[in-house]
């Protein structure tokens, strides 16, 4: 095309890198591209817990708006951050091949598991799985860019901050004393990059096809159809991962209370997928297994632990 791009991205390390992955897998098909960095909301408001902002989409409405008054092209995004339905007019346009999906702790020493000790997170999912593992530990809040997060890290006398391993491992960031947590269940589409754009805008959509990862693509659009049908917003203790292999999708979520003391969990898989299917029934079909899933957490008890989580939320 003979514009450049304008990809919009929020300005921290780890966004930045991201943005320019998209940039430069776009400018070696030929396009020209342009990085527009933007503050959202939730890089600005530190103070808080994301849960008390009350905004759906707090990283991404920023861009959502830039996109739609046309001032960018294309935006990046962390795909776990984005709500499960897109505002009118915004359309994905890619999900790159997804990254690992698992979450690692950043410790001081492993001792501390045995006995007290105080976790660091921003995140109610993380919070609830821990305490659910490690009733007698205490958790505290953590907020800021990953590079905010590590830093505060080195200087309290907290024993270990969760992350997510993909964006350590994206800015070169992965310190040696990170403990894979293979118990923790991730955020929905975790580790998975989203590129959106304007629905009318088919020079920039057929631009970003080709950086499009089909399988990643369908793992996270069950994700997200899990979440969606246990009606848990971002900040949600809601935590999946699925995975495509030998022709079937695998799934293992779980919805936890907010002190962790309460976990629902459903580990299911389907039957063999439909071999070269890309069309938008596949899609489907894997949306309604995600969500089949998700009715059999609410029908176990889960609907009752969801209504109790969001009056805490909303007080």
């Known amino acids: 095309m003979s514009r450049a791009l304008r990809i919009g991205t929020r300005d921290s390390e780890l966004a930045l890198?991201?943005?320019?992955?998209?940039?430069?897998?776009?400018?070696?098909?030929?396009?020209?591209?342009?990085?527009?960095?933007?503050k959202s909301t939730g890089d600005l408001v530190l103070d808080k817990p994301l849960y008390e902002l009350g905004i759906t989409g707090i990283f991404t409405k920023t861009l959502d708006v830039a996109l739609l008054r046309e001032d960018i092209d294309?935006?990046?995004?962390?795909?776990?951050?984005?709500?499960?339905?897109?505002?009118?007019?915004?359309?994905?346009?890619?999900?790159?091949?997804?990254?690992?999906a698992r979450d690692v702790l950043v410790h001081k020493g492993l001792g501390f598991l045995d006995g007290p000790g105080t976790i660091a997170t921003g995140s109610l999912r993380r919070?609830?799985?821990?305490?659910?593992?490690?009733?007698?530990?205490?958790?505290?809040?953590?907020?800021g860019?990953?590079?905010?997060?590590?830093?505060?890290?080195?200087?309290?006398?907290?024993?270990?901050?969760?992350?997510?391993?993909?964006?350590?491992?994206?800015?070169?960031?992965?310190?040696?004393?990170?403990?894979?947590?293979?118990?923790?269940?991730?955020?929905?589409?975790?580790?998975?990059m989203l590129v959106v754009a304007r629905t009318s805008d088919t020079a920039a959509r057929e631009a970003a096809r080709p950086l499009h990862h089909e399988q990643s693509a369908l793992e996270v659009?069950?994700?997200?159809?899990?979440?969606?049908?246990?009606?848990?917003?971002?900040?949600?203790?809601?935590?999946?991962?699925?995975?495509?292999?030998?022709?079937?999708?695998?799934?293992e979520g779980g919805l936890f209370s907010l002190d962790g003391k309460k976990a629902f969990r459903v580990t299911r898989h389907t039957g063999s997928l439909e071999a070269g299917g890309t069309g938008d029934a596949r899609f489907q079909d894997a949306g309604e297994f995600g969500a089949a899933c998700a009715r059999e957490i609410l029908d176990s008890g889960g609907a009752v632990l969801m209504e109790s989580i969001r009056k805490i939320l909303a007080q």
């Open 145 to 192: 860019n990953v590079n905010t997060r590590l830093k505060l890290l080195r200087e309290n006398s907290w024993d270990g901050a969760i992350f997510a391993q993909a964006g350590l491992e994206r800015i070169g960031l992965l310190p040696d004393n990170a403990e894979p947590l293979d118990w923790m269940l991730p955020a929905p589409a975790q580790g998975a």
């Open 17 to 38: 890198w991201q943005a320019q992955t998209v940039r430069d897998r776009l400018e070696a098909a030929g396009h020209r591209a342009e990085l527009v960095p933007v």
């Open 221 to 251: 659009a069950v994700e997200r159809e899990f979440l969606r049908t246990l009606e848990g917003g971002c900040s949600a203790p809601i935590g999946a991962r699925v995975h495509a292999a030998d022709g079937q999708l695998h799934l």
């Open 74 to 100: 294309l935006a990046v995004h962390s795909m776990k951050d984005v709500p499960t339905a897109l505002p009118e007019g915004i359309c994905q346009a890619a999900v790159l091949e997804r990254a690992s």
């Open 127 to 143: 919070k609830a799985q821990w305490l659910n593992r490690y009733p007698a530990h205490q958790v505290t809040g953590l907020r």
